[in-house]
């Protein structure tokens, strides 16, 4: 099992940043890939980004591209988010995930995922 808890979530301005970060516990001897999910509210969750084992792959949903950054800390078992100029419509629940893989890319789609945190709130007032 791994357990996964995001944090830096908040209420910004548009054009602000946050950096949101998923710290992994649990069965993290090995490093795997991790994903930044979101789900805003009547919508379903959508990827955002993903990270590979190693870091040195990342992918981006179309949205965020250029605005967003994924990476990874190993050494502390956890994965960032920097968002930057962000919109109103980036206001979601964000959800980090990985499964216990040894694939050296990453993972686009929900239904890869295993392990799942259970979100931070990010909200971006116009």
């Known amino acids: 099992q791994v357990q996964l808890v995001e944090s830096g979530g908040g209420l910004v301005q548009a054009g602000d940043s946050l950096r949101l970060s998923c710290a992994a516990s649990?069965?993290?001897?090995?490093?795997?890939?991790m994903g930044w999910f979101r789900q805003a509210p009547g919508k379903e969750r959508e990827f955002v980004a993903a990270?590979?084992?190693?870091?040195?792959?990342?992918g981006y949903a179309d949205a965020v591209k250029g605005r967003f950054t994924i990476s990874r800390d190993n050494a502390k078992n956890t994965v960032y988010l920097q968002m930057n100029s962000l919109k109103p419509e980036d206001t979601a629940v964000y959800y980090c995930a990985t499964r216990d893989s040894y694939y050296s890319g990453y993972y686009t789609k929900d239904h890869e995922y295993a392990f799942w945190g259970r979100g931070t709130q990010v909200t971006v007032s116009s």
């Open positions: 990270i590979s084992r190693s870091g040195g792959s990342t």
């Open positions: 649990g069965r993290t001897s090995s490093s795997y890939p």
